[in-house]
């Protein structure tokens, strides 16, 4: 996130200059964020389910799935994409708008 909002200074800043919010700014990262880790945990998790099939019944070994278990991995996915967009999120939106558009 954090490369992506240093590629994206320019745009931060015609945003901010024609008059977006810093909350909007912050909400626009916040959901990219999310929405990245969403499919990054969706993604995990079904290779993780597959895998473990596919180990499961060339071993054959029984194969339990417990959702709880499926709700933390998910919950830990969205909750490091939170934490870690967080901080680019909020330098994006406190960007001075003449300085990002100067930025090259």
Same mark, same amino acid.
């Given at each position: 996130?954090?490369?992506?909002?240093?590629?994206?200074?320019?745009?931060?800043?015609?945003?901010? +200059?024609? $008059?977006?919010?810093?909350?909007?700014? @912050?909400?626009?990262?916040?959901?990219?964020?999310? /929405? !990245? =880790?969403?499919?990054?945990?969706?993604?995990?998790? +079904?290779? $993780?389910?597959g895998?473990?099939l596919? @180990?499961?019944?060339?071993?054959?070994?029984?194969? /339990? !799935? =417990?959702?709880?278990?499926?709700?933390?991995?998910?919950?830990?996915?969205?909750?490091?994409?939170?934490?870690?967009?967080?901080?680019?999120?909020?330098?994006?939106?406190?960007?001075?708008?003449?300085?990002?558009l100067?930025?090259?």
């Amino acid at each position: 996130m954090l490369v992506s909002v240093t590629e994206r200074t320019r745009e931060i800043g015609i945003r901010l +200059a024609i $008059g977006a919010s810093e909350n909007r700014v @912050l909400l626009q990262f916040l959901v990219e964020s999310m /929405v !990245l =880790s969403a499919a990054g945990g969706l993604l995990g998790i +079904a290779l $993780g389910i597959g895998g473990a099939l596919t @180990l499961a019944s060339t071993m054959g070994w029984p194969f /339990v !799935l =417990s959702p709880l278990w499926i709700f933390v991995a998910f919950g830990i996915s969205m909750a490091i994409g939170v934490i870690f967009g967080f901080y680019p999120a909020r330098k994006a939106a406190q960007m001075n708008p003449i300085d990002a558009l100067r930025f090259e």
